[in-house]
Nanobody, 114 residues
Framework: QVQLVESGGGLVQPGGSLKLSCAAS????????MAWYRQSPGKERELVAA???????YYIDSVKGRFTISRDNAKNTVHLQMNSLKPEDTAVYYC????????WGQGTQVTVSS
């Protein structure tokens, strides 16, 4: 069974940066579009960014120009570089395939606050 493990979250001031990482226990990255999602209290989990096996990215409008998604298929990892963070980016961040094919991991908490 594939396990997804997210890391890299933390507390950061507005305008700061964080880099999230996601590692998978199985060799799933080569064939899947991978994605980062986030969920804030009281809100539904939402797609933030995705990257195809060939490296083509997709971003929701609210993070365009601030976040960068990347992947390393050989290492079964996907990253999310987050710059110019805003309080509204505060959420638990998760990774999964674009079609949410795998069990969700624990996520990593990102808190943007002064």
């Amino acid at each position: 069974q594939v396990q997804l493990v997210e890391s890299g979250g933390g507390l950061v001031q507005p305008g700061g940066s964080l880099k999230l990482s996601c590692a998978a226990s199985g060799n799933i990255f080569r064939i899947n579009t991978m994605a980062w999602y986030r969920q804030s209290p009281g809100k539904e989990r939402e797609l933030v960014a995705a990257v195809t096996p060939g490296g083509s990215p997709y971003y929701i409008d609210s993070v365009k120009g601030r976040f960068t998604i990347s992947r390393d298929n050989a290492k079964n990892t996907v990253h999310l570089q987050m710059n110019s963070l805003k309080p509204e980016d505060t959420a638990v961040y998760y990774c999964n395939s674009r079609n949410k094919a795998y069990n969700w991991g624990q996520g990593t908490q990102v808190t943007v606050s002064s």
